[in-house]
């Protein structure tokens, strides 16, 4: 291991491959392999009619919408990428291999060759997305090329940028640097004024085509190989606790209990922190238990901030051309998503029942008390969201907003019961389909929450089709949103709360 270090850290996944129990055989790489060209022949005539449909001119009032959402997308990625880590290692291989007098660039190379893969995939992706905003006018093999290589150099280059962030606390700076550019791109272009820049950009000749894409792929080529160097560099503390990470997400994944994500999220925001203590204020018993989730929110300010700024994707989904249907579910599904931000003392309450009637309030009660805060994040969110689409193409001029209020109730059971679910029943039987097995146990884990969203926001359905009088609709909303919500808190049991 002495003679090099890439053939020491060979040596060693040699031996370790060697000693593991099903070693890889031929017949696992034919089928890999196999599987990888099925998968190619399968998903070739779908992208290439894609790509055909995309031979028309791209609509410029729909332009900067479109190039908002892509820049939304790039910016969440990175941030993703991150919080993430990026790189990280296994269990095994952080405790033993890291701490090693390997070369660490060695260890964390299958690491960061699967990383640039994933970004490469991505940045396809992200490709197909740019071409449907700016269109092909003509030549559309080579506008193709271009936007594939754009979309790759991007993504590609961001994640180097990531992988630098992780090594170094100034380079962190340029990644967060990235992602605000981003977001203000995302700003400016749905106001409008980057129209002209982006007509300009669709109709340019080949050559600017080709400067530009060769000027991506190289800042990109730069990026990857000083995100390469720096492998060595990145921090042992910060390699352990991505792969720590990295480990709790896995395990969650094998088990199929997503539930155990916000989990994890939420004690790795508050184990570091160190928090004033402020008097408990004289409420009454259900509403004093459910102050902890309002001052859990309060100290979150960011978040709050990031929630109220995302009640405009709507609009901006509506300005890039979404179906009212597409519109409906992000208004409502978004809420819905809101609302389960507040629910962290009901989710503690079903895992810890006893700790609950220590307390001394009723299930009941609390149940209530606890709904108050979703149901107000739900219906403000909502009435923002509506808000935007009434001033934007999707609805008319009207009192379409109060649907958010309205609707909120339901919203907040909604959450309450996606808290309070069970983790994912394995045991539940399988149903075979043209399509293959669908395992019922996590398609009904999934839908338990949703569905109450579903009944409770059924007047809200006339947004599609956008009647005059909204009056009976609203009168509807309100009433089977109470309903819901009363039902929900009268048939919830003790023995109902997760094991």
């Known amino acids: 291991m002495t003679a090099s270090p890439g053939a020491g850290v060979q040596a060693v996944r040699a031996y370790l491959r060697s000693r593991a129990r099903t070693p890889t055989t031929l017949m696992d790489r034919y089928v890999s392999v196999f599987s990888?060209?099925?998968?190619?022949?399968?998903?070739?005539?779908?992208?290439?009619?894609v790509l055909a449909a995309l031979a028309i001119?791209?609509?410029?009032?729909?332009?900067g919408a479109g190039m908002a959402l892509l820049a939304l997308a790039l910016a969440g990625a990175l941030g993703a990428a991150r919080n993430a880590g990026p790189v990280l290692l296994s269990g095994a291989d952080a405790s033993w291999l890291l701490l090693s007098p390997l070369s660490r660039r060695h260890v964390l190379g299958r690491t960061a060759r699967l990383l640039f893969g994933i970004a490469a995939v991505a940045g396809v992706v992200l490709?197909?997305?740019?071409?449907?905003?700016l269109g092909a006018p003509?030549?559309?093999?080579?506008?193709?090329?271009?936007?594939?290589?754009?979309g790759v150099a991007a993504a590609v280059g961001g994640m180097a940028l990531a992988v630098l962030g992780q090594a170094s606390s100034s380079w962190r700076l340029w990644l967060s640097g990235a992602i605000a550019v981003l977001l203000v791109l995302a700003v400016v272009a749905v106001t409008g004024q980057l129209r002209t820049v982006l007509a300009i950009a669709a109709a340019a000749p080949l050559s600017a085509l080709a400067a530009a894409v060769s000027g991506a792929a190289v800042v990109s080529g730069l990026l990857v190989r000083q995100a390469w160097v720096s492998l060595?560099?990145?921090?042992t503390r910060t390699l352990v606790a991505s792969s720590t990470r990295a480990g709790h997400v896995a395990g969650a994944a094998v088990s199929l209990d997503p539930g155990a994500l916000t989990w994890i999220a939420e004690d790795n925001h508050w184990r570091a922190r160190k928090l004033a203590s402020r008097r408990w204020p004289s409420l009454p018993a259900p509403f004093a238990l459910a102050w902890q989730d309002w001052r859990r929110l309060a100290r979150r300010r960011g978040r709050l901030v990031g929630v109220a700024a995302t009640a405009a994707l709507p609009a901006v989904l509506a300005q890039a051309g979404g179906s009212p249907v597409a519109l409906g579910v992000a208004v409502f599904g978004g809420a819905l998503a809101v609302a389960s931000i507040s629910t962290s003392g009901a989710r503690r309450d079903a895992d810890n029942p006893a700790l609950a009637r220590l307390i001394g309030v009723g299930h009941r009660r609390a149940l209530a008390a606890r709904a108050v805060l979703p149901g107000f994040l739900a219906g403000a969110w909502a009435a923002l969201a509506?808000?935007?689409?009434?001033l934007g193409p999707g609805l008319g001029v009207g009192a379409w907003w109060l649907f958010g209020p309205l609707a909120a109730p339901a919203l907040a059971a909604a959450a309450l019961r996606m808290a309070r679910r069970a983790p994912v029943d394995h045991s539940m039987p399988v149903i075979d389909t043209p399509q293959g097995p669908i395992p019922t146990g996590p398609l009904f884990w999934a839908a338990t929450g949703p569905d109450?969203?579903?009944?409770?926001?059924l007047p809200a359905a006339a947004l599609a089709s956008q009647p005059t009088a909204?009056?009976?609709?609203?009168?509807?909303q309100g009433v089977v949103s109470a309903v819901v919500l009363a039902g929900f808190v009268w048939r919830t049991r003790t023995s109902s709360v997760r094991k």
Do not use: H, N, Y
């Open 36 to 49: 990888l060209l099925l998968l190619i022949a399968v998903a070739g005539k779908p992208l290439s009619d």
């Open 452 to 457: 109450l969203a579903l009944l409770g926001c």
């Open 470 to 476: 909204l009056a009976p609709f609203l009168v509807a």
């Open 138 to 150: 003509d030549q559309l093999v080579w506008r193709v090329l271009g936007a594939l290589v754009v």
């Open 386 to 390: 509506l808000t935007g689409l009434a």
């Open 232 to 235: 060595e560099r990145i921090p």
């Open 57 to 63: 001119p791209g609509d410029p009032a729909r332009m």
């Open 127 to 133: 490709g197909v997305g740019l071409l449907a905003v």
